[in-house]
C-alpha cells in the first residue's frame, strides 16, 4: 500500500506505528552493527558512523515532527506547557459601524387595557424600547433595463442618443460591479468560479463557469496598464520583501510553477512563473536599489551579486526556525539561543511601528529604533555569536546545521543594526502569500498560462487595496471604469483613502 493512497486516519496512525517499530528496529540492529564495524575501522570511522546514525535519528524524528507536530509558531506560544493559559475573556456585542440601520417600530396589535383601573394605554410619545439584531438580505441579480433617449433636429438631418454606463465588453451583457464581484469572490475569497456558478444558480441566475471565466479575463485586460505601472511603484521604494510560493498550472501534465511576491509597506506585486531561478526573481528585481528583506533562498544571492546596489537583509525568524527544529535534540543548547532570538523580538515589540505612522512622528519612530538598536540590539546579536562560536555540534546535525545557517546568511542578519527601516523577519510578504496558498488549495492553480496571468493581476491589485486601507471591490470598480474613460491609464488604490478631517492632527 502506497502512503499516498491511505485517506482513513486510523489506518495511517496504524502505518505509522508499524513503521516506528520498524525503524526502531533497524536503528537497534544498525548500532549493533555500528559497534562491530568501529572495531575493523578505528576511531575515525567509528566517529563518522556515529554521526550518520545521528543524522538519521535526527531526520526520522524531524519527519515525524512535521507530519503529526505542532508549527514552531505554535510551540513558542504554548511554552514549555507548564504555564498555565489565563482564561480569555467572554465578548460582548460587537461594534458594526459599517452596516446599515433599519428602523423598524412594532406597533400594539388592538387596545390594551391597565391591569388596575382596567382603562385602555395611552401610546407613550417618544419612548421605546430598543434592541439591535443583525440579520441578512439575500444578494439579488437584475436584469437593469438601459433606454438611452433619442432626439432628432427637426430636418432630420442629425439623430443622436444619449450616452450610457460604461460597458465592461461592448455589447456584453454583465456589468462591470458584477464582474468586479466575480473576481474578488475568486481571487479573495478563494471561491473557484464553478462553486460560484452553482451559488448564482440558488439565487436565481442561471450561469455557467466559462462565462464568469470571461467577465473576469475582460476585467483583467482593462487594469493590465495599472498592473504593469504597480510594478515600477513598488521597486521605487527604499525597502521591499520578497518571497515565492509553488503554484500548479494544470494542463497536463500537470506543471509545478512559482508564485513570486514582492512587496512594500503599501502595495504588493505578485508574477508567476515555471520556475524558481534567479532569472525569473530578476524580471522584477533587476536594476533595484535598495534592501530587499528575503529567506536563505541561494536565487537572491545571485541577484545581490550581479547587482550591487541590491541589499540583502536576512529573515530572523527563518533562523529561529531551524533552532525550534533542532531543540528537541539540543534542549539545552538551543534554550540559549531562542531567548537570545526572543530577546531581539521583545525590543522591537516596545517601539513604535514606522509604518503606522507618517511625517515627524515617523521620523521621531525611525530615530527611537536606530538608537535603541544600537544601544541594545546589538549587544543581544554579539551574545548569539559568541553563543554559536562555542558549540561543539557533530557535523550534519540539526544544531550545527541551523549553526551554518545562521552564520551563512551572518552579514544579512546584522543589517537591521544600521538601517531602521528594516524589520527583523519577512513576516510580511508570507502574510501577502496567503492568499494566493489559500487560493492554490480551492482551486488548485491555473488552468491555463493566461489563468496564471490574470490570477497573478488580482492578487497584486486585491493585496494592494488592502494594504492601502481601501475596499478591493471598490477599488477595482473604480480602476476599471477610469481605464475604460481614459484607455492605458492605470489608478492606484491609494487615492480612495479616506482623508482625515482638516482638524485631526497629522502622524
Same mark, same amino acid.
Given at each position: 500500500?502506497?502512503?499516498?493512497?491511505?485517506?482513513?486516519?486510523?489506518?495511517?496512525?496504524?502505518? #505509522?506505528?508499524?513503521?516506528e517499530?520498524?525503524?526502531?528496529?533497524?536503528?537497534?540492529?544498525?548500532?549493533?552493527?555500528?559497534?562491530?564495524?568501529?572495531?575493523?575501522?578505528g576511531?575515525?570511522?567509528?566517529?563518522?558512523?556515529?554521526?550518520e546514525i545521528?543524522k538519521?535519528?535526527?531526520?526520522?524524528?524531524?519527519?515525524?515532527?512535521?507530519?503529526?507536530?505542532?508549527?514552531?509558531?505554535? !510551540?513558542?506560544?504554548?511554552g514549555?506547557?507548564?504555564?498555565?493559559?489565563?482564561?480569555k475573556p467572554?465578548?460582548?456585542?460587537?461594534?458594526?459601524?459599517?452596516?446599515?440601520?433599519?428602523?423598524?417600530?412594532?406597533?400594539?396589535?388592538?387596545?390594551?387595557?391597565? &391591569?388596575?383601573?382596567?382603562?385602555?394605554? !395611552?401610546?407613550?410619545?417618544?419612548?421605546?424600547?430598543?434592541?439591535e439584531?443583525?440579520?441578512?438580505?439575500?444578494?439579488?441579480f437584475v436584469?437593469?433595463?438601459?433606454?438611452?433617449?433619442?432626439?432628432?433636429c427637426?430636418?432630420y438631418?442629425?439623430?443622436?442618443?444619449a450616452?450610457?454606463p460604461?460597458?465592461?465588453?461592448?455589447?456584453?451583457?454583465?456589468?462591470?460591479?458584477?464582474?468586479?464581484?466575480?473576481?474578488?469572490?475568486? @481571487?479573495?475569497?478563494h471561491?473557484?468560479?464553478?462553486?460560484?456558478?452553482?451559488?448564482?444558480?440558488?439565487?436565481?441566475?442561471?450561469?455557467?463557469?466559462?462565462?464568469l471565466?470571461?467577465q %473576469?479575463?475582460?476585467?483583467?485586460?482593462?487594469?493590465?496598464?495599472t498592473?504593469?505601472?504597480?510594478?515600477?511603484?513598488?521597486?521605487?521604494?527604499?525597502?521591499?520583501?520578497?518571497d515565492?510560493?509553488?503554484?500548479?498550472?494544470?494542463?497536463k501534465?500537470?506543471?509545478?510553477?512559482y508564485?513570486?511576491?514582492?512587496? $512594500?509597506?503599501? $502595495?504588493?506585486?505578485?508574477?508567476?512563473?515555471?520556475?524558481?531561478?534567479a532569472?525569473?526573481?530578476?524580471e522584477?528585481? &533587476?536594476g533595484?536599489?535598495g534592501?530587499?528583506?528575503?529567506?536563505?533562498?541561494?536565487?537572491y544571492?545571485?541577484l545581490?551579486?550581479?547587482?550591487?546596489?541590491?541589499?540583502?537583509?536576512?529573515?530572523?525568524?527563518?533562523?529561529?526556525r531551524?533552532?525550534?527544529?533542532?531543540?528537541?535534540? @539540543?534542549?539545552?543548547?538551543?534554550?540559549?539561543?531562542?531567548?537570545?532570538i526572543?530577546?531581539?523580538?521583545a525590543l522591537?515589540k516596545?517601539?513604535?511601528?514606522?509604518?503606522?505612522?507618517?511625517?515627524?512622528?515617523?521620523?521621531?519612530?525611525?530615530?527611537?529604533?536606530?538608537?535603541?538598536r544600537?544601544d541594545?540590539?546589538?549587544v543581544?546579536?554579539?551574545? %548569539?555569536y559568541?553563543?554559536?562560536?562555542?558549540?561543539?555540534?557533530?557535523?550534519?546535525s540539526?544544531?550545527?546545521?541551523?549553526?551554518?545557517? #545562521?552564520?551563512?546568511?551572518?552579514?544579512?542578519?546584522?543589517?537591521?543594526?544600521?538601517?531602521?527601516?528594516?524589520?527583523l &523577519?519577512?513576516?510580511a510578504?508570507?502574510?501577502?502569500?496567503?492568499?494566493?496558498?489559500?487560493?492554490?488549495?480551492?482551486?488548485?492553480?491555473?488552468?491555463?498560462?493566461r489563468?496564471?496571468?490574470?490570477s497573478?493581476?488580482?492578487?497584486?491589485?486585491?493585496?494592494t $487595496?488592502?494594504?492601502?486601507?481601501?475596499?478591493?471591490?471598490?477599488?477595482?470598480?473604480? $480602476?476599471?471604469?477610469k481605464s475604460i474613460?481614459?484607455?492605458?491609464?492605470?489608478?492606484?488604490?491609494?487615492?480612495?483613502?479616506?482623508?482625515p478631517?482638516?482638524?485631526?492632527?497629522?502622524?
Amino acid at each position: 500500500m502506497r502512503i499516498d493512497d491511505i485517506d482513513d486516519l486510523a489506518m495511517a496512525r496504524q502505518v #505509522m506505528r508499524l513503521l516506528e517499530q520498524e525503524n526502531t528496529r533497524l536503528l537497534t540492529k544498525l548500532t549493533e552493527l555500528t559497534d562491530r564495524l568501529s572495531k575493523l575501522l578505528g576511531s575515525d570511522g567509528a566517529t563518522q558512523l556515529a554521526i550518520e546514525i545521528v543524522k538519521l535519528q535526527e531526520e526520522k524524528a524531524l519527519l515525524e515532527k512535521r507530519l503529526f507536530g505542532r508549527s514552531s509558531e505554535k !510551540e513558542s506560544q504554548a511554552g514549555d506547557g507548564k504555564k498555565k493559559r489565563e482564561p480569555k475573556p467572554g465578548h460582548g456585542p460587537r461594534e458594526q459601524p459599517e452596516l446599515p440601520i433599519d428602523e423598524r417600530i412594532h406597533d400594539f396589535d388592538g387596545a390594551v387595557s391597565c &391591569d388596575l383601573c382596567g382603562a385602555n394605554v !395611552e401610546l407613550w410619545d417618544g419612548q421605546f424600547e430598543e434592541a439591535e439584531e443583525i440579520t441578512v438580505i439575500q444578494r439579488r441579480f437584475v436584469i437593469t433595463q438601459h433606454k438611452r433617449r433619442k432626439a432628432r433636429c427637426g430636418c432630420y438631418a442629425t439623430v443622436v442618443t444619449a450616452p450610457g454606463p460604461p460597458k465592461l465588453i461592448p455589447g456584453g451583457r454583465y456589468s462591470i460591479e458584477f464582474a468586479v464581484d466575480v473576481a474578488v469572490s475568486k @481571487y479573495l475569497d478563494h471561491l473557484p468560479l464553478h462553486r460560484q456558478a452553482r451559488i448564482m444558480e440558488r439565487e436565481g441566475l442561471v450561469i455557467d463557469s466559462h462565462t464568469l471565466w470571461d467577465q %473576469i479575463e475582460a476585467l483583467a485586460k482593462h487594469l493590465q496598464p495599472t498592473y504593469d505601472a504597480l510594478r515600477g511603484y513598488v521597486v521605487g521604494k527604499p525597502l521591499v520583501h520578497a518571497d515565492e510560493t509553488p503554484w500548479y498550472l494544470l494542463e497536463k501534465p500537470v506543471k509545478k510553477w512559482y508564485v513570486w511576491c514582492v512587496t $512594500a509597506e503599501d $502595495a504588493a506585486y505578485f508574477w508567476i512563473r515555471g520556475s524558481r531561478s534567479a532569472a525569473v526573481g530578476k524580471e522584477v528585481l &533587476d536594476g533595484y536599489c535598495g534592501v530587499v528583506v528575503v529567506d536563505g533562498y541561494k536565487a537572491y544571492d545571485t541577484l545581490a551579486r550581479e547587482n550591487k546596489k541590491l541589499t540583502l537583509a536576512y529573515c530572523w525568524a527563518h533562523v529561529r526556525r531551524k533552532f525550534v527544529e533542532a531543540e528537541m535534540f @539540543y534542549p539545552v543548547e538551543c534554550k540559549v539561543v531562542l531567548d537570545l532570538i526572543g530577546e531581539l523580538y521583545a525590543l522591537e515589540k516596545q517601539l513604535p511601528n514606522p509604518i503606522l505612522l507618517k511625517g515627524d512622528r515617523r521620523r521621531e519612530a525611525l530615530e527611537l529604533r536606530a538608537q535603541v538598536r544600537k544601544d541594545r540590539s546589538l549587544v543581544v546579536v554579539e551574545k %548569539i555569536y559568541q553563543w554559536a562560536t562555542t558549540q561543539n555540534a557533530l557535523p550534519q546535525s540539526a544544531l550545527r546545521k541551523a549553526i551554518d545557517y #545562521m552564520f551563512g546568511l551572518w552579514g544579512g542578519l546584522q543589517v537591521f543594526l544600521t538601517n531602521p527601516l528594516v524589520p527583523l &523577519d519577512n513576516n510580511a510578504v508570507e502574510r501577502e502569500l496567503r492568499g494566493p496558498v489559500v487560493g492554490r488549495k480551492n482551486h488548485y492553480g491555473s488552468r491555463s498560462v493566461r489563468g496564471t496571468e490574470v490570477s497573478a493581476l488580482f492578487y497584486s491589485l486585491i493585496e494592494t $487595496a488592502k494594504l492601502a486601507g481601501v475596499d478591493p471591490k471598490a477599488y477595482l470598480i473604480y $480602476a476599471t471604469k477610469k481605464s475604460i474613460d481614459s484607455p492605458g491609464a492605470s489608478a492606484f488604490p491609494h487615492v480612495l483613502r479616506p482623508k482625515p478631517p482638516a482638524s485631526a492632527t497629522p502622524n
